[in-house]
């Protein structure tokens, strides 16, 4: 009896947080909205001002019972993030451009790992043997980007079905791959070579065999899945337990993943989603899924987020304040310069090459979610996680403004459509 009451004691702690959270999310992501800005920095704002009750003296609601049940919620969502990241990637887009998205997504990907691993050179540690990894982490995080506010502002001006709109959305598509797969990399190097074993290099050689394992039995058993998957779509069309036996494949892969092969579980989620890619129900499982993930697992993520970010502050030194500012700086410039040179090394003209990198520089939920599993194998400080939160905001608004100035010759400013983007707009990618 005592067990029980316990339990719904710790169940009853997390419901007024909840309910804080999803009120809160809801509506500073209708706010979000409506000045053209993605409702990811709502739910995020949200986790901020959620977070300052935690600096009330004796407060209750944000306790440690809550937390950890906030935070369970919130692994839960990243799962379902990353599985909708992956029925969302178009991979017969990628074929259309070939090379240029490969070149562009590459040298998009080396410019930010090298900036950030170069900048992380002046915390403590330097670039000493014992801190590559967490150099490694830091550029890692700068890999990733979102294209959401690039895609609605392209729509809005008429450019994207244009050659670089088509360009940039394709290698946005290959960035989230290649950076999946590095994050899930470093993070196995990262306790093979931390770890108590004697024989450090056969531990690294066995995390390149567990990776290629992994691909090898994800896209193996995912093409068997997606004939499966396949068969019920023509027998059952638009039914509801498609989107639950994918829910069932995303959740097995990500367990699969970390458990059996060392990977990180949103690696596994990811890969889920794309072998379920480009199929007849993809559409539907992807709007069953978003509307699971939305109701709760996804809003109570970027709270926690901002929440833990809030926190973070007190343990924020001088110097990780000046690695801070440079992190955001090398972030901007790495997608800027990276993408920017990948679109002329394939001869686009200069402005064209310009939009490219400014379109890659924009940054969301991917950016979090590798910065938290990070954070979470110990690899780098929480502290970061305030000047990622600032360098969302800060990409969100440059990036719409700087591609419309760039346009403003081309189509004349009495020509360019006033509407915000509308919701449909700004979710064709997150």
């Known amino acids: 009896m005592f067990y029980?009451?316990?339990?719904?004691?710790?169940?009853?702690?997390?419901?007024?947080?909840?309910a804080l959270i999803l009120c809160l999310s809801k509506l500073l992501s209708i706010g979000a909205r409506k000045i053209g800005i993605p409702q990811v920095i709502g739910m995020l704002a949200t986790g901020i001002l959620l977070g300052c009750l935690t600096f009330i003296p004796n407060q209750t609601i944000f306790g440690t019972t809550a937390m950890e049940g906030i935070s369970f919620i919130a692994e839960i969502g990243v799962i379902l993030i990353m599985f909708s990241a992956g029925l969302e990637t178009n991979l017969k887009q990628v074929k259309e451009t070939g090379k240029e998205s490969i070149v562009i997504t590459l040298l998009g990907v080396l410019f930010p790992l090298g900036f950030g691993f170069l900048v992380s050179g002046i915390l403590p540690g330097g670039y000493g043997i014992d801190y590559?990894?967490?150099?490694?982490f830091y550029g890692v995080i700068l890999t990733a980007t979102s294209v959401s506010v690039t895609v609605a502002t392209l729509k809005e001006l008429g450019k994207l079905n244009s050659k670089i709109g088509t360009a940039i959305v394709s290698a946005?598509?290959?960035?989230?791959?290649?950076?999946?797969?590095?994050?899930?990399?470093?993070?196995?190097l990262n306790g093979a070579i931390h770890g108590n074993s004697a024989n450090i290099g056969m531990?690294?050689?066995?995390?390149?065999?567990?990776?290629?394992?992994?691909f090898v039995f994800a896209i193996s058993l995912g093409i068997l899945l997606r004939i499966v998957f396949k068969k019920l779509s023509n027998r059952y069309d638009h039914h509801r337990r498609l989107p639950i036996f994918g829910l069932a494949m995303a959740f097995f892969f990500a367990y699969a993943a970390e458990a059996w092969f060392g990977i990180a579980d949103i690696t596994g989620a990811f890969f889920a989603g794309l072998m379920l890619s480009g199929s007849r129900d993809t559409?539907?499982?992807?709007?069953?899924t978003d509307i699971a993930s939305y109701m709760i697992f996804t809003p109570v993520f970027f709270a926690k987020v901002g929440i833990t970010s809030l926190s973070s502050f007190s343990s924020i030194d001088g110097p990780f304040v000046l690695f801070g500012f440079l992190f955001i700086i090398a972030g901007i410039l790495g997608k800027l310069i990276g993408c920017g040179v990948g679109a002329k090394v394939c001869k686009n003209s200069?402005?064209?090459?310009?939009?490219?990198?400014?379109?890659?520089?924009?940054?969301?939920?991917?950016?979090?979610i590798c910065a938290n599993k990070g954070?979470?194998?110990g690899i780098?400080?929480?502290?970061i996680q305030p000047f990622i939160l600032v360098l969302i905001l800060l990409t969100s608004l440059l990036t719409p403004i700087l591609l419309k100035q760039s346009y403003k010759k081309e189509i004349g400013e009495m020509d360019l459509p006033t509407s915000i983007p509308s919701k449909e707009d700004s979710n064709l990618i997150q």
């Open 350 to 368: 200069w402005k064209d090459s310009y939009r490219c990198g400014l379109g890659m520089m924009c940054r969301a939920e991917v950016c979090l």
């Open 283 to 288: 559409d539907y499982i992807e709007r069953r």
């Open 380 to 383: 780098i400080s929480a502290s």
């Open 4 to 18: 029980e009451t316990a339990q719904t004691m710790e169940v009853f702690e997390v419901l007024l947080p909840l």
């Open 375 to 377: 954070i979470a194998a």
């Open 172 to 188: 946005a598509i290959l960035d989230d791959i290649l950076g999946v797969i590095i994050l899930s990399v470093v993070v196995s």
């Open 132 to 136: 590559i990894f967490r150099n490694l």
């Open 203 to 214: 531990d690294i050689a066995m995390v390149f065999v567990k990776t290629i394992l992994f």
